[in-house]
C-alpha cells in the first residue's frame, strides 16, 4: 500500500482547528473532526486499503487523557513510510474571549463542572482556557504551532494550504514579522528585535510603504547597521539550523519584530526568506500586514 501524506490539526479551541480542516478539504484532503487518537491508526490503514493518499484529522481537548498516546502513534505512523505533519493552533486569551463571544459558542471544557466549597460550579471561560493550554502543552512541544491572534479566516486557510504543499521537506522554515506592540507570536522559536535601527516611519514619503515596497528596501540597505544585524541573523540561523534538523525538529519559526511591523521586520523577513529559499522549504508571514 502506498504512503500517505497526513496533517493532524489540534490547538486550543476557538483558534481556527474548524477553518483549517476546511481548508484542507478544499487541497483535496479527506478530513475527519474530532477523531478519537486510539482510533487513529485504524483509520490511517483504512485510507489504505481504499486508496486514499491525503488525510487530515482534527483532535481536540475532548481528547486530551488519550492525546498522550500520539507521540507513539507518530512514530508509527511515520516508521511506515507516511509523510506526518501535526499543527497546532493557537491565539491569544483575549483573542480567544471575543471569539467566543462573537459566535456565543460555549467552551468544550465548560461542561465540566468542579467543587468549590461545597457547591457544584461551571468553569468561567478564562479558566477553561487555562485548562486546555495545561492539558494541550505536551503535544504543543511536538507540534508547528500557529499563533492565529488576529489572523483573518482568508488567511488562515491560505497558509495552511501552504503549509500543506510542503511535502516531505524533513523542516519547514518559518520567518515571520510582527510588531511588539501587540506582543511577541506565541509561535516564535527564535525572536529578533530590529527596533535599534533607524524606523522609515519616520520618513513621510516612506511611511505609507511597507518592507517589500523598494524604496523602503533601499533606505535600510543603506544603513550600516542595518545591513551589519542582517548578516548576523543570517549567520546565526545559518550556524544553528543544522542541530535544529538534527534534533528531528520539522519547524523552526523565526519572528523579527520592530514597532509597528511594517517596515524595518519585513524587509528582514524578506530578505532572509530569500536567502534560504534556495536551499530550505521556506514559509514567510507578514502578521501586521495580514
Known sequence: MAAMRIILITGISGS?????????????????????????????????????????????????RSLIGLPADLEWLRNQGHDVKVLFLTAKTDSLIARFSETRRSHPLSHRSYVSDNATERRTLTECIREEREMLAGIEEISHVVDTSGMRANKLRAWIKAFADTGHAPLTLLFESFAFKFGVPLDADLVFDVRTLPNPHYDEALRPLTGRDAPVQEFLAAQPDAVELLADIRGFVDKWLPAFKKDNRGYLTVAIGCTGGQHRSVYFVERLAAHFRPTEHVLLRHRELD
Open 16 to 64: 481556527g482547528k474548524s477553518v483549517g480542516l476546511k481548508a484542507l478539504e478544499d487541497a483535496g484532503y479527506f478530513c475527519v473532526d474530532n477523531l478519537p487518537p486510539p482510533l487513529l491508526r485504524a483509520l490511517v490503514t483504512a485510507r489504505q486499503e481504499e486508496g486514499g493518499d491525503m488525510l487530515a484529522v482534527s483532535m481536540d481537548a475532548r481528547s486530551a
